[in-house]
């Protein structure tokens, strides 16, 4: 085993594969799923590993503060027996589409909210404070171009809620870059980033737009590609593509 990374949203499409590349790479998982009765495929991935410790698999519902703090409690007693988290990646996410300004109800906006914004940065906010001694090299989190306020893509209709839940997201996480850059110390070498992964085939994307949907790559070329720009990316508060490169805020 090399390093250890945490993966929040690991149960299929992006955050599995995720998973599934960092295990056959050596490294050693700390997998955060919604709920483990249903995440079948993650079960059947760890299985094929003799060592448990290799792939450990706890709950965390990001739309959940209660979820959050005991996922956040599991890792940090890992962390007291020796356990170092180097790198944690904030994949989970949800697109309920059609999610349209001018119909989306209260409820269908909180849920973008509490899953794509405020459970991400709430779940990281609560494992960076978890190990002062040694904080994480890279927080990284699973952003999406149609996040980007450079880029108003007004011909998309029907994505409303689910680019100003991913907007929320990059301007929260510039903060806290900036935040951890203020505090100094030891904090001034954890990096914090923004990938978009590119337009990938997994369920999220399963959904008849009613356009074509140009360039969309696997989750396995999406994540290798993601890979690379966390090792190689030191810039914190930056925005970056799956293939390397910059993104506009
Ligand atoms: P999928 O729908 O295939 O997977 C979403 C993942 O997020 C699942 O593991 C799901 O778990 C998890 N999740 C959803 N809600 C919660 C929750 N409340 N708590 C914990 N986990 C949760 O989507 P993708 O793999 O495609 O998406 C991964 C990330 O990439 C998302 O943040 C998405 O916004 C982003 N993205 C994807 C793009 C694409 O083209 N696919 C494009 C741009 C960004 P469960 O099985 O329990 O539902």
Sequence with gaps: MTDTWVIVGASRGIGLEFVRQLLQNGHQVIAGVRSVSKADQLVKLKSQYTTPERCIIEECDVASEESIQKFANKVREAARSGLKVKNIVLNAGILQYPNRATELSFSEFA?????????????????????????????????????STTIFRDDEDGFGAYSASKAALNQMLRHMAAELTRRGGKWSNTCVLALHP????????????GWEVKGSIQADESVSGMLKVIEQMDETGSFWCWDGRRHPW
């Design 198 to 209: 590119g337009e990938v085939q997994t369920d999220m994307a399963n959904i008849d737009l």
């Design 111 to 147: 849920l973008h909210l509490h899953t794509n914004t405020i459970g991400p940065i709430i779940c990281a906010q609560k494992l960076v404070h978890l190990d002062t001694e040694s904080p994480p090299s890279k927080i990284v989190f699973i952003s999406s171009d149609s996040g």
